[in-house]
């Protein structure tokens, strides 16, 4: 079975996510991959996810094969087998017409197994310094602060995504980012999906302004996470008082009306084990919300949902249905306790859309497990900022009645977001998302951008002036 799929798409498979990265950066070298066989290989990847036994059909499908073949010796410790393996890479090093071994030895450079046993060697604790991670630098008490989620493509739409909030929100003081460099978070991608790309839009523009960002598990895949790292260290420093020291950041306003909390949610890449905080974590981000410290109000941004109105999460682990139950767990005191001020929105990516959920999930009949409280905080998945996806599936899917509708969209009722036939390949696809924080008007803004699959660019793409949605704060 073979089906057409983004060659940007996501695939589960750790792997795969490596090999598209390989791929795509194959195709920006001096042998160029064509764009209709990464979308095979998508697609081929894609099925394998569902059918582990697909057999490989092309040179391409090989490379994944050997690669998945290797990893799976080195995490057994068969010396045999990846001695044989490496003989093979050898003995066809100069007669492939694909550059099959090139590709599996940068794999194997690539420390990705390690990457994955390892995820938290360059995690930066705060050891017994709470003021670390705190930006020295304050926003003003009026500042706009745009937000994007899983915006790391690289793609054409994405960067169209970025200059049209920058025209349209020339007065921005902030960009932060939920999370998400694709597809491994390399340095080579962290440099060209994240910060070229936003350097060329803020220098067409005539901005300077501190960027922030969440990791999202794709920044963990590669090296367990040193080319983020590195980005942090590296992205303002054009004024050192907006460095961004950890992966998780407390960015406030000068009287302290407001704090941004990001947090690393990422550190786990696994997909199917949804990650909460780490208990240090956890304490840290309490710290913030002590109202002996802190007395204003709080956005706090996580890449992992919180919940989905699609996925189920943590039910693969006997867990809640569409809940991820470990960050439920994580921010039950930071969202219903009494002895912290309550988070007052909760912003999430990972998923590639823009749903707004009701703001009181148990009067909706969706109590949050282990929640005796209502949760007070608005909760929006905020992830559709730049990765492709279609309409979401089926409103009478379990747990959609928990998302705001939207009547005037009949063909997606549950999702404040537009779908259109875009360019050559006619795929319906929802359209892109980013907010603006108006601290000053206590509120934030939703907009929305068409999105277009990579090779079908619109004549005329289309960025939307009006809000979608605006909610108080």
Known sequence: MLFLMSASATPKN?????LMSLLNQAGKGTRPVDLEIRRATGAFLEARDCDPHLAPQNEIERAAALMLDWSQAKVSGDQARIDAHARQLQAEAAANAFPVHQMVNAYRDSNFVDSMTNPNEHYRSYGNDLSFGVIPGKLADDAKVAIIGDWGTGLPDAAFLLDSLFAQ???????LHLGDIYQRGSAAEVRDNFVSPIRAACKKHNLQI???????????????????YQMLDDVNNWDKSWQQQASYFCLRTQSGNWQFLGADTGWNPNYDDQPGLTPEEQAWHEDKLDPKKFKGKTVFLTHRQFLSAYD???ASHGGTPHYNDKLVASLQSMLTGTTLRNIDLLLWGHEHRFVPFVDDLAKAGFPVPGYSGPVRAKLRLLGGSAR????????????????????????HPYVWASAAPTGA??????YH????????????SYFEVEAWEEGYKPANPVAGTAPILVDPL
């Open 14 to 18: 750790p792997h795969a996510s490596l």
């Open 169 to 175: 929100h020339p007065d921005i003081a902030a960009l």
């Open 210 to 228: 501190p960027v922030f960002a969440v990791p999202g598990d794709h920044e963990y895949k590669d090296s367990r996470g040193a080319a983020y």
């Open 312 to 314: 189920p999460l943590s």
């Open 388 to 411: 492709e996806t279609g309409g979401p599936k089926d409103p009478g899917y379990p747990f959609s009645a928990a998302v705001l509708p939207n009547p005037n969209n009949s063909r």
């Open 425 to 430: 390949g006619g795929s319906a696809l929802t």
């Open 433 to 444: 998302s980013y907010a603006i924080v108006d601290l000053g008007a206590s509120k934030i």
